[in-house]
């Protein structure tokens, strides 16, 4: 098993592939057996990294921290649900190290300032900010005294917010990426926000990444195409499985299909052709698919050739439909057959 890619390669090396993360979030529903199933599912998609949530209730939430949905049946409120999702440091400890054992890096969003302590206490190599704590300066400060990389999650922020964020970090001397998402479960086509990919790329010279929440691979195609240094999608076993970012997930299977899309894509980019050279190299099956010209009918010696005494046949044999021209006009010296392919040695 290969060892986890070095996500400081991301800030060294422009070319550096794009990085792929499988976000599992809650869809392990609280089962620490679930969880560790993912790991072993998004390590055999090929992804470059696993991330969760770490949630401590008593840490996050409070009495006024009401659900946005209702879609849990067995938690009373929103504080039951997040302590359901709990994992005991031991535990995220042994997730930690599976991952890794997968050759996988390990990613986990702190949702409070004891998960922050708790997951550097593990070893993160890079923080996920959460699209509702980009403006939280008590969990920047707290990422950023620990020197490791921030990638930041736009979906809840206004521009001023986001430029304010980046500014901080980069003044602090963090290595930042700035991720394009959109806070929709699932999201539409029309609100992937595409094109603050390359605005962020130019606004903030960091890497960029896209955190999509379509349910679908097409966005996150997209933006490898536009330069997108990370890409992140929510990943499930299932669509009938029970989690409220189910609609806005991948399948592991489809999640495969598109880490092998990405690197697909990025093995063409890097690749690039030049026409004729392509063409050079195909002489043999351009002759083979295309046309030569040959006598439409029976030609005696002397006719003057004219279109009407022309027609085509693969493959390209003696003169090509293509130089049509360099007969017409021409008189033949020797009379040729319906069908037979004409030379230049066939005219004066």
């Known amino acids: 098993m290969s060892s986890p890619r070095d996500i400081s390669d991301l800030w060294r090396d422009p070319a550096s592939p794009c990085f792929i993360i499988g976000e599992i979030a809650q869809a392990h529903d609280g089962s620490l057996g679930m969880a560790h199933a993912y790991i072993d599912a998004i390590a055999d998609a090929g992804a470059d990294a696993v991330k969760f949530q770490t949630h401590i209730a008593s840490e996050e939430s409070s009495a006024l921290d009401t659900w946005r949905v209702k879609f849990s049946q067995q938690d009373a409120t929103r504080y039951d649900y997040w302590k359901r999702m709990q994992f005991t440091p031991e535990q995220w400890s042994d997730l930690k190290q599976h991952a890794e054992d997968k050759g996988l890096v390990f990613l986990s969003s702190p949702f409070s300032l004891c998960a922050i302590d708790l997951l550097e206490r593990l070893g993160m190599t890079a923080w996920k900010v959460a699209s509702g704590e980009v403006t939280n300066r008590l969990f920047l400060d707290a990422m950023i005294a620990t020197k490791k990389p921030v990638l930041v999650s736009s979906g809840m922020s206004y521009l001023a917010e986001l430029d304010a964020t ?118 043999t099956l351009r002759r083979m698919f295309r046309q030569g010209l040959v006598a439409a009918i029976d030609l005696p010696a002397g006719t003057i050739i004219d279109r009407s005494h022309l027609s085509c046949r693969k493959p390209c044999h003696g003169i090509s439909a293509s130089d049509v021209q360099s007969v017409t006009g021409r008189k033949l010296k020797r009379a040729v057959k319906a069908v037979q392919f004409l030379s230049l040695e066939d005219f004066e």
């Open 166 to 283: 980046v500014t901080h970090l980069k003044t602090a001397g963090s290595p930042l990426a700035v991720f394009q998402c959109t806070t929709a479960y699932p999201c539409p086509p029309e609100k992937t926000g595409l094109n603050l990919v390359t605005d962020y790329a130019q606004r903030y010279q960091c890497p960029v990444g896209l955190s999509d929440h379509s349910g679908t691979p097409y966005p996150s195609l997209a933006a490898t195409t536009l330069g997108a240094k990370f890409i992140e999608v929510h990943v499930t076993f299932s669509r009938e499985m029970f989690g409220p970012d189910v609609s806005a997930s991948l399948t592991t299977d489809e999640f495969k299909k598109l880490v092998e899309g990405i690197r697909f894509i990025e093995t063409s980019l890097a690749h690039p052709m030049e026409k004729d050279s392509l063409a050079s190299e195909l002489d």
